[in-house]
């Protein structure tokens, strides 16, 4: 009983102790709480960024593997391409210097032939002689035959004034005006006029001038021109009554030229012609009109000229006798035998090798 008694008595201590550490409790409890969500963030933020850096490094390492893998690539690439046009280049020149030496040797050969050219200028001057000759000689015939019209057509046209004038001839009583006595002997028309015979009086009337009727046409610079004739005067025509057109009209409108078709105007032969033109300009446009054949069983027997600026094996000849310039065969000849072989580049055989990070071959 006693005990119940001590206890009744501390129960409302009890309580009251109870609460306050309750209320103790439960602000301790928010702030343990508040302290283990802190912690716990912490940490979480902690494990997050561990990871997040553990990303970035994985994906610094892939990026850097990929990169490096793409910049060998490009290098490779970039090497082959290199490669490839030095080779180019190197094919490119030994090719135009192929193309120089034989339009060189083509041009000396076939254009600029120095013998052909030169056989040419002897036949063409043998002929410019000869023509020049014969033109001298026809110009000496025709200057004797302009001679010869000209003295026919003067004698001519004395005989036809001494017949014109036959009354001036002398007689027996009377001398003429051409036998004056004061000369020694008479003159040259005296003789014509006794030798002529006297015109009639038609052919004296139709001839108003004394050298009309007489002209040659022959000689040259003589002008010739046919008898005027004079126009009729134009017929009076009263215009017809009615709707008529004109007569010009309708004979320029009957007698038009014709028109051509298409088919008329086109030659049958123009896709031929055509194809011919263009053959033609593709023959010009060739460098060697010729096939190389010079070894074949048909051109066998065929002899092969000479080069103009070649060295002859018969010995130096003077200059101008045989060659276009002067040739000294010792100075050709160079210290080194001419390579027909090619040496490797070295450049050439490093490619398709594996690549160090200096760029060097390993």
Not at 137 to 158: D, Q
Not at 242 to 251: A, I, K, N, Q, S
Request: glycine letters at 4%; aromatic letters at 12%; one cysteine or more.
């Amino acid at each position: 009983m006693a005990t119940m008694v001590k206890l009744q008595r501390k129960i409302n201590g009890i309580k009251e102790e109870s609460f306050n550490r309750n209320r103790v409790a439960e602000e301790n409890r928010r702030k343990e709480h508040k302290a283990a969500l802190l912690i716990q963030s912490w940490f979480r933020g902690c494990r997050v960024r561990a990871y997040l850096r553990h990303l970035q490094r994985k994906a610094t390492t892939i990026q850097k593997i990929w990169r490096g893998y793409l910049g060998r690539m490009y290098f490779r690439r970039m090497v082959k391409t290199a490669y490839f046009i030095m080779k180019m280049n190197f094919y490119n020149e030994m090719a135009v210097r192929i193309q120089k030496r034989w339009r060189a040797y083509y041009v000396r050969k076939y254009v600029h032939n120095y013998y052909a050219l030169k056989q040419y200028l002897e036949g063409l001057t043998m002929t410019n002689e000869i023509v020049r000759r014969e033109l001298e000689e026809f110009a000496v015939i025709k200057s004797r035959e302009r001679e010869k019209t000209a003295l026919e057509s003067g004698e001519r046209k004395k005989d036809y004034l001494a017949r014109k004038m036959h009354y001036l001839v002398s007689t027996e009583q009377i001398a003429g005006v051409f036998n004056s006595p004061y000369k020694l002997f008479p003159d040259e028309m005296e003789f014509r006029l006794r030798g002529a015979k006297p015109l009639s009086p038609k052919a004296s009337r139709s001839r108003k001038h004394g050298t009309e009727g007489i002209v040659e046409t022959s000689a040259p610079g003589t002008p010739f021109t046919l008898p005027q004739i004079e126009h009729l005067p134009p017929i009076p025509k009263k215009k017809q009554q009615g709707p008529f057109r004109d007569p010009t009209e309708v004979l320029l409108q009957r007698y038009k030229p014709l028109e051509p078709t298409l088919r008329v105007a086109t030659s049958i032969m123009s896709v031929e012609e055509a194809r011919e033109e263009l053959k033609r300009k593709e023959w010009g446009s060739q460098v060697n009109d010729e096939l190389f054949h010079h070894f074949s069983n048909a051109n066998k027997s065929r002899r092969h000229e000479l080069m103009l600026h070649t060295s002859s094996k018969f010995g130096h000849v003077d200059y101008g006798t045989k060659h276009f310039r002067e040739e000294n065969p010792e100075k050709l000849k160079g210290k080194k035998d001419f390579k027909r072989v090619f040496t490797t580049v070295q450049v050439f055989d490093k490619f398709g090798k594996m690549y160090s990070s200096a760029g060097k071959a390993v």
